[in-house]
């Protein structure tokens, strides 16, 4: 068998395996997307079908006037955009600072820092927590926000892509009187579109669909995010399956709207982050 022809199995067998593995990732979305459009009777019938009779439109009127759908939603919104804007500030200036800026111990400290990524959330929880508590911050929103407004993946993520940065244009920029602030404004920070549009989709997903910390600091319903609220809709002896779907299908868009319209940036940020290390 000639080495083209074995490429070409090669490849035949990575693509369907791979389709397969799509497919497979597939199918919980489709089935919660047909069953938003179901009656509570054809939800667990078996053969399943694709959909029921008719699509009952009403699943997602209905979302309002049993849940308090929008003000979860709106909290998510809340949440999700201090969080982006904040994290990729800090991780950007970070970033910089340790790819450019040379000062005594800066290794040392970029170590000790991407050692936190090492240190589960679940471990640390019962002292954040006592750290709210003695803040007043517990039960409201700032609890999800601050402490997620740094993060040591988007610093590393920015820096590996500042490290790229010619130091020329640094000097450059230096030469004709801009200090480092003017220099990361106008020069660095442009050039990052790329990196910071993935950060801003890593970010953005991760508070998105987190459950546990909200789980852990808020008590108000009126204060619950998207996944707690969720969580909340299922009841303890029955469930409105079509409703809860339907208010999924809601939830699970935003995160494709965003991902679709930057699909293009994050594939390329992921690429330049890890051009040099």
């Not at 497979?24 to 399943?48: A, H, Q, R, Y």
């Not at 009779?53 to 998510?76: C, G, H, K, M």
């Not at 969580?231 to 991902?259: C, E, H, N, Q, R």
Request: charged share 15%; proline share 4%.
């Amino acid at each position: 068998m000639s080495n083209k022809r074995k490429k070409l199995i090669g490849k035949i067998i990575a693509h369907v395996i791979l389709i397969l593995g799509s497919v497979i990732m597939l199918v919980p979305f489709f089935w919660m997307l047909s069953s938003s459009f179901k009656s509570l009777g054809e939800v667990f019938v078996f053969p399943p079908t694709l959909f029921g009779e008719r699509l009952v439109w009403e699943n997602y009127t209905q979302i309002s006037s049993r849940f308090d759908y929008f003000a979860y939603f709106l909290n998510s919104v809340k949440v999700s955009a201090w969080v982006v804007f904040f994290q990729v500030f800090t991780s950007a200036t970070a970033g910089y600072v340790f790819a450019k800026m040379n000062f005594k111990g800066r290794d040392k400290i970029f170590t000790l820092y991407l050692a936190t990524m090492m240190i589960p959330f679940h471990v640390t929880v019962i002292t954040n927590f006592l750290q709210m508590s003695m803040y007043g911050l517990v039960n409201t929103l700032w609890s999800l926000m601050l402490p997620a407004s740094v993060s040591a993946f988007g610093t590393f993520l920015m820096r590996q892509f500042f490290i790229t940065v010619p130091n020329e244009l640094v000097e450059a920029a230096k030469i004709d009187g801009c200090n480092p602030i003017v220099t990361f404004l106008r020069i660095a920070f442009p050039m990052a579109k790329s990196t910071i549009a993935t950060l801003c989709i890593f970010c953005f997903m991760n508070v998105w669909n987190d459950y546990f910390t909200p789980l852990i600091y808020i008590n108000d319903a009126r204060k619950y995010t998207l996944p707690l609220g969720l969580a909340s809709m299922k009841g303890m002896y029955s469930t409105d399956w079509p409703v809860l779907m339907a208010s999924s299908v809601i939830a699970v868009l935003p995160v494709l709207i965003a991902f679709l319209c930057a699909q293009d940036a994050f594939v390329k940020g992921v690429m330049m982050s890890g051009m040099k290390d």
